[in-house]
């Protein structure tokens, strides 16, 4: 029995892969890894796929220096920038995407934290949200306290997103004006005010293996649930803007894996899935159970529709998991 099949049966019977297994896994021959791959997430999940969407409820004018961001202020990106969007235009939004059949949405805002007065404001977005629809209730506001966390809690969020982007030991290479650390706080700020916590990286950076690995490592030991796997989009004006694209086969090793270390895990595929010519289609087949769907927040995703003929075609069914 090769040491694919040996671990993925003993991943079904509860057994956590370690990093080393986790590295021979990554190593391993694509084809084989996927399959088994597909299977654990058969057995873990079975066709539920978690299908959300966002929107960038304030844009640009970020405070933050992470190297392959376009709304950083440290770089010229010529992105629209624009303060909090106004109650009404974020639930018109809300309301379309629940009616195509999207489970989870989310407003995002740029920018290190959002102040007392912005969380305020957003809490009447979410409230408004939760008194106009059923569509479960994610927010991605940056490096939030504790205190903030209780006041989206009961405003009607249930979900905060944090990537963790990359490894520690990469993370001083993409960001300096926030730490590996700030982030982590931040998910157990977020964990003990009641809210599950969706986090994951970036692919593409000029990380390694390693790293990849590492980093789902530690969202393994935080207990987190929802993992998005990000495709860097390199943009014009960042310092990755000459970053070599990742390639499709790359994604589905690193899904594959993720699976192996994330058995029962939501593995999302996120920003960038539009860079790959099947939109996702193999990844699907990798191990991934879970998508963002639509408009990325300054860079082009897949329509609602044509994810939902993709999750038809490949036997899935948009209903959660959890």
Same mark, same amino acid.
Request: aromatic share 6%; with cysteine.
């Given at each position: 029995?090769?040491?694919?099949?040996?671990?993925?049966?003993?991943?079904?019977?509860?057994?956590?892969?370690?990093?080393?297994?986790?590295?021979?896994?990554?190593?391993?021959?694509?084809?084989?890894?996927?399959?088994?791959?597909?299977?654990?997430?058969?057995?873990?999940?079975?066709?539920?796929?978690?299908?959300?969407?966002?929107?960038?409820?304030?844009?640009?004018?970020?405070?933050?220096?992470?190297?392959?961001?376009?709304?950083?202020?440290?770089?010229?990106?010529?992105?629209?920038?624009?303060?909090?969007?106004?109650?009404?235009?974020?639930?018109?939004?809300?309301?379309?995407?629940?009616?195509?059949?999207?489970?989870?949405?989310?407003?995002?805002?740029?920018?290190?934290?959002?102040?007392?007065?912005?969380?305020?404001? $957003?809490?009447?977005? =979410? /409230?408004?949200?939760?008194?106009?629809?059923? !569509?479960? &209730?994610?927010?991605?506001? *940056? %490096? @939030?306290?504790?205190?903030?966390?209780?006041?989206?809690?009961?405003?009607?969020?249930?979900?905060?997103?944090?990537?963790?982007?990359?490894?520690?030991?990469?993370?001083?290479?993409?960001?300096?004006?926030?730490?590996?650390?700030?982030?982590?706080?931040?998910?157990?700020?977020?964990?003990?005010?009641?809210?599950?916590?969706?986090?994951?990286?970036?692919?593409?950076?000029?990380?390694?293996?390693?790293?990849?690995?590492?980093?789902?490592?530690?969202?393994?030991?935080?207990?987190?649930?929802?993992?998005?796997?990000?495709?860097?989009?390199?943009?014009?004006?960042?310092?990755?803007?000459?970053?070599?694209?990742?390639?499709?086969?790359?994604?589905?090793? $690193?899904?594959?894996? =993720? /699976?192996?270390?994330?058995?029962?895990?939501? !593995?999302? &595929?996120?920003?960038?899935? *539009? %860079? @790959?010519?099947?939109?996702?289609?193999?990844?699907?087949?990798?191990?991934?159970?879970?998508?963002?769907?639509?408009?990325?927040?300054?860079?082009?995703?897949?329509?609602?529709?044509?994810?939902?003929?993709?999750?038809?075609?490949?036997?899935?069914?948009?209903?959660?998991?959890?």
């Amino acid at each position: 029995m090769s040491i694919i099949q040996q671990l993925k049966l003993a991943v079904t019977h509860g057994y956590q892969v370690t990093r080393e297994e986790a590295l021979s896994l990554y190593s391993a021959p694509l084809e084989q890894l996927c399959t088994a791959a597909d299977e654990l997430r058969q057995h873990f999940c079975g066709n539920a796929f978690d299908l959300c969407t966002i929107i960038n409820g304030k844009s640009g004018r970020c405070s933050e220096n992470c190297k392959y961001c376009a709304q950083s202020s440290h770089y010229c990106t010529e992105i629209e920038e624009y303060a909090l969007l106004d109650s009404e235009c974020i639930v018109k939004e809300a309301r379309y995407n629940e009616s195509k059949g999207v489970l989870r949405y989310s407003i995002v805002t740029s920018g290190r934290n959002l102040s007392n007065a912005e969380l305020d404001i $957003i809490c009447e977005s =979410y /409230r408004a949200l939760r008194d106009s629809c059923t !569509i479960l &209730l994610c927010a991605s506001h *940056g %490096l @939030l306290s504790f205190e903030q966390f209780q006041q989206l809690k009961a405003a009607g969020v249930r979900r905060y997103h944090n990537n963790l982007e990359t490894s520690r030991r990469f993370f001083p290479q993409i960001c300096t004006t926030h730490t590996y650390d700030d982030k982590l706080r931040t998910i157990k700020n977020a964990l003990a005010a009641g809210l599950e916590v969706c986090s994951g990286g970036i692919m593409g950076l000029g990380e390694t293996a390693e790293d990849r690995i590492d980093m789902a490592l530690d969202l393994r030991s935080l207990g987190i649930k929802s993992v998005p796997v990000n495709l860097l989009n390199p943009i014009k004006g960042t310092p990755l803007e000459n970053a070599v694209r990742i390639t499709g086969e790359e994604v589905r090793r $690193i899904t594959a894996t =993720y /699976r192996f270390i994330l058995p029962d895990a939501n !593995i999302r &595929l996120a920003g960038g899935r *539009g %860079l @790959l010519a099947d939109k996702g289609r193999a990844v699907f087949q990798s191990g991934a159970n879970a998508a963002i769907s639509g408009d990325m927040l300054t860079t082009a995703g897949i329509s609602i529709s044509d994810d939902i003929n993709i999750l038809k075609e490949l036997g899935f069914e948009a209903k959660l998991y959890e």
